[in-house]
């Protein structure tokens, strides 16, 4: 059974930092594109980051670019979200995916992507950022 479990979320001040996780079973994480979106109450989904599946490069989406730090352990079979210098706009549930359509990134944060188009996906964890 193919299964993500993110943790780490919580309630952080502006300005300051968090790391959530995925923790992935059922398969490697180097089968698929995996990263992170996130969708904010009555907002769409918005894609945060993602790790090919060939190489391992990162790509993020303008809004985080620099402040966010996407870390992959294939060991561990666990992907990390270093959370820097974070905005109230930072306020959503963060998913972890998995698109398997490709193994690379090209895809994965399109804009106006539905959550629908993602392959795997779980439950979420909740950031909140105070002002």
């Known amino acids: 059974q193919l299964q993500f479990v993110e943790s780490g979320g919580g309630l952080v001040q502006s300005g300051g930092s968090l790391t959530i996780s995925c923790t992935a079973s059922g398969f490697t994480l180097d089968y698929y594109a995996v990263g992170w979106f996130r969708q904010a109450p009555g907002k769409d989904p918005e894609g945060v980051s993602c790790?090919?599946?060939?190489?391992?490069?990162?790509v993020y989406d303008e809004s985080v670019a620099g402040r966010f730090r996407a870390i992959r352990h294939g060991g561990a079979n666990t992907l990390d979200l270093r959370m820097n210098n974070l905005k109230t706009e930072d306020t959503a549930t963060y998913y972890c995916a998995a698109d398997a359509t490709w193994t690379d990134c090209r895809s994965f944060l399109r804009r106006g992507r539905p959550k629908s188009e993602y392959t795997f996906w779980g439950q979420g964890t909740r950031v909140t950022v105070s002002p």
């Open positions: 790790i090919s599946g060939n190489d391992y490069s990162i």
